[in-house]
């Protein structure tokens, strides 16, 4: 199961990167979905890389709190028809895979085996 929502977070991490191209500033957008994109598939191939998730949850958290201080009344009355509540609602998205995908991971025993 878990492989299974890891897989359609990678395809719709791929979905996202699609749609940034018509974005005003989408090389950013690009790289931080490319980044979860990889970090799910690899995790479905089982080549887990400890830190890349550690290191996108760091940066999605950090970037979500930048633009949210930013927010105005004026962007939140909008909602979702302002572009930083969207972009605020993708690093969201992005750090709450990141956490799921470092919570329901098994231990690794460093002895060469599963804990």
């Keep these: 199961m878990r492989r299974t929502l890891l897989l359609l977070a990678a395809l719709a991490f ?3 990167v699609a749609v940034q191209f018509n974005d005003p500033d989408p090389g950013r957008w690009v790289a931080v979905y490319s980044a979860a994109a990889v970090v799910c598939g690899l995790e479905v191939l089982g080549m887990r890389r ?7 949850l760091g940066v999605s958290m950090l970037w979500s709190a930048v633009l ?3 927010l105005d009344a004026a962007a ?15 690093l969201v998205v992005v750090a709450g895979v990141m956490g799921g995908l470092l919570m329901t991971r098994q231990p690794v025993d460093v002895r060469g085996g599963s804990a």
């Design 14 to 16: 791929c979905a996202c």
């Design 50 to 56: 400890p830190i890349l998730p550690w290191g996108l």
């Design 76 to 90: 939140l009355q909008q909602g979702f028809d302002d572009e930083v509540i969207r972009e605020l609602g993708g």
């Design 68 to 70: 949210g201080v930013s």
